[in-house]
């Protein structure tokens, strides 16, 4: 069984910051791929930033020089460092990670259960 748990959601003002953790937990073998994704109202869930065991990211265009990804593999954890926010960037945030458990011969994607950020003007 595997989990993944994000936190550092809130509430913040245009201009304001926040870091989002995504903590993975369980009978893992091995992660590679780790993103986040947002759903926002009114829209389809896509991709935010991803990072891969290299730690090689690629970021969509909206959180070009304003996010940023990383990782610690010995924590198994994501973050999203979230800079000069927008009320656009109002949305609830998945994190999302392909994980290999101790008992699969491949890895599969598992996701959080989002945390709800909400950027006021």
């Known amino acids: 069984q595997v989990q993944l748990v994000e936190s550092g959601g809130g509430l913040v003002q245009a201009g304001g910051s926040l870091r989002l953790s995504c903590a993975a937990s369980?009978?893992?073998?091995?992660?590679?791929?780790m993103a986040w994704y947002r759903h926002a109202p009114g829209k389809q869930r896509g991709v935010v930033a991803s990072?891969?065991?290299?730690?090689?990211?690629i970021y969509a265009d909206s959180a070009k020089g304003r996010f940023t990804i990383s990782r610690d593999n010995a924590k198994h954890t994501v973050y999203l460092q979230m800079n000069s926010l927008k009320p656009e960037d109002t949305a609830v945030y998945y994190c999302?990670?392909?994980?290999?458990?101790?008992?699969?011969?491949?890895?599969?994607?598992?996701w959080g259960q989002g945390t709800l950020v909400t950027v006021s003007s």
């Open positions: 990072i891969s065991t290299s730690e090689t990211t």
């Open positions: 369980g009978s893992i073998s091995s992660i590679t791929r």
């Open positions: 999302k990670a392909n994980i290999r458990t101790t008992t699969a011969t491949w890895g599969m994607d598992y």
